[in-house]
């Protein structure tokens, strides 16, 4: 008996498409500043100006030196200065735009294709950089502009001494010959070249940042293909390289394969075919792993929510009365005969001695005398502070202030990083921290509808049909339950600007878009047998009306 074959790892197909589009990404960074390294070069020699293995090839790597000639000059600290603060800039329109999403292609809420039509051809990356480019190069513009207006005034007002301070430092633990009085001059070094200068390598800097960040967002976005082909299709057992990826750990990994899956389940009707067909494999059939892993992934949306509203119930523990345990008894029990009557007089002792106390306690407490320190405190406290003024240093009031601030603060434009808007808070529920998980589950909703559908003229065996109904109870219950918990969800006492429309939610927006057209796909298509395979016309019913079909 011939040994089994070994299913290709999905990462084996994965990571050379990377690598070539990495690559490729790689490359327009280096003629970038390759193209600046020849702007800013030497220009007395025509062919030294740009030839690679010259001057221009090393400034391609080092565009320009901190230091000039061992001699300390201001006009390059102030370049390093500026450059250092557009690095912040960059830093700060990074985070707040997060540049570095790569997003594949789910759709929009509105305008996203049915799971059985066919999407637009892939855009070429060249082409899609050069769409960006007009826009990238206002952006660029316009910042470089701002900063030889603004970079000057901050300079000198703000760091001017601290970077000379620094650059000093340096140049003497490098052993320059500095003079030891080497002290700033009064005036700025400014002047109409330094700030021509500041403009152009400014500009060359954010271009070198903003165009290498699109090129690798244009080619890393790629589709997972390969000359037009599923880029598991030269595996040994595509099927099976393909259910390795699914299963994998690996975010990267496991969104190529839910993304080469949805692309298959759509657009390769072969390959699909072969989903069916094959079903003695280990573990189960390939429609049976395949949809096994999708149903896993859309389940976990509703695994979340349930955790979530767990969580708060856990920390709102209710007490059985059961469960108090009393404190040890100090005093002797209670009396049980009336309280209202003249107590009998005492037989012993200690009983007298214990009543007189009691009553001389008693007397101190309900009748203070003229001179207790209590009464000499507050007799102070209202010659000293006045009425209206005790009230405002109340603990009641000093909370309430502190809140007012507090929330006043948060409508700052510099307070949004600590703000838990709505989005933010359901988009850390629902689809999981730190990644979002919103593209896996998209690619799963469309590939088991587009699978259930195209099954009813391609499944010669019969075993889709066996699963529509875990499938479309799933997406149901799915629906219900991320709809209502929108719909629910309390904001967070940060989120000082909501207002009921920011419950639309971009990314949950898709997703029950996705489960609808679905839902309506899987009712139209199965609605007419639904009873051989189990479903019910209730459940037809939710099904059309979710997806917006009504009782038809």
Known sequence: MPAPIRSRLYRENLTPALHRRFTHAAGV????????????????????????????????????????????????????????????????????????????????????????EQPPAPVNPVEQMKSRVPELLREIGLISLSSIILG??????????????????????????????????????????????????????????????????????????????????????????????LKSRKQVVKTFAFWELAKISKQFPERRVTIFKDIDRPGGSAWS??????????????????????????????????????????????????????????????????????????????????????????????????????????????????????????????SQPFRQTFARRVNSIVFAQPYSDVQIIVHAITSLTALATKSIEEDCYGKVARDIPTLLRTFVMTYQSLDNFVKTLRPHWTDVGFSEGDRKVRDVEVVLGALRRGLGEIAEGFGGFAGEIGLGAKEIGVARGIAGMGGR
Do not use: M
């Not at 960074?29 to 600046?36: F, G, Q, T, V």
């Not at 230091?67 to 990074?94: C, D, K, M, V």
């Not at 790629?222 to 595509?238: A, F, I, W, Y």
């Open 152 to 245: 000057p005034i901050i300079y000198s007002l703000t760091i001017r001494k601290i970077a000379w301070r620094t650059s000093l430092e340096c140049a003497r633990f490098l052993r320059w010959d500095i003079p030891s009085a080497a002290e700033l001059s009064y005036i700025p070094p400014y002047h109409i070249t330094l700030i021509l200068r500041s403009l152009t390598s400014g500009f060359c800097l954010l271009l070198l940042w903003q165009g290498s960040n699109l090129a690798f967002s244009a080619y890393v976005t790629q589709e997972p293909l390969k000359r037009g082909q599923p880029l598991t299709q030269e595996s040994n057992d595509p099927n099976g390289s393909l259910i390795n990826g």
């Open 289 to 414: 792993q395949i949809s096994n892993e999708c149903l896993k992934v859309v389940q976990e949306i509703t695994t979340r929510i349930s955790a979530y509203e767990k969580g708060l119930t856990e920390q709102q523990p209710s007490i059985h009365p059961s469960q108090l345990q009393s404190l040890p008894r100090l005093g002797a029990p209670l009396r049980e005969e009336p309280v209202l009557l003249n107590p009998p007089p005492p037989s012993s002792r200690r009983e007298v001695v214990g009543r007189q106390v009691g009553a001389f306690v008693k007397s101190y407490g309900n009748n203070p005398s003229p001179g207790s320190p209590k009464q000499y405190l507050e007799y102070a406290r209202n010659k000293v502070i006045p009425q209206d003024y005790q009230q405002t240093l109340s603990v009641s009031n000093a909370q309430s202030t502190f809140s007012t601030g507090l929330t006043r603060s948060l409508h700052w434009r510099i």
């Open 29 to 116: 960074s280096l003629l970038i500043c390759y193209a600046e390294a020849i702007l800013i070069g030497d220009k007395s020699s025509l062919l030294w100006s740009w030839f690679p293995l010259g001057k221009a090839g090393i400034r391609t790597l080092l565009l320009s030196l901190p230091w000039e000639r061992q001699r300390l000059n201001e006009r390059p600290i102030y370049l390093r200065s500026l450059y250092l603060g557009l690095a912040f800039l960059q830093t700060a329109l990074h985070l707040k735009s997060d540049y570095d999403e790569v997003r594949a292609s789910v759709g929009s809420p509105h305008d996203a294709p049915s799971p059985n």
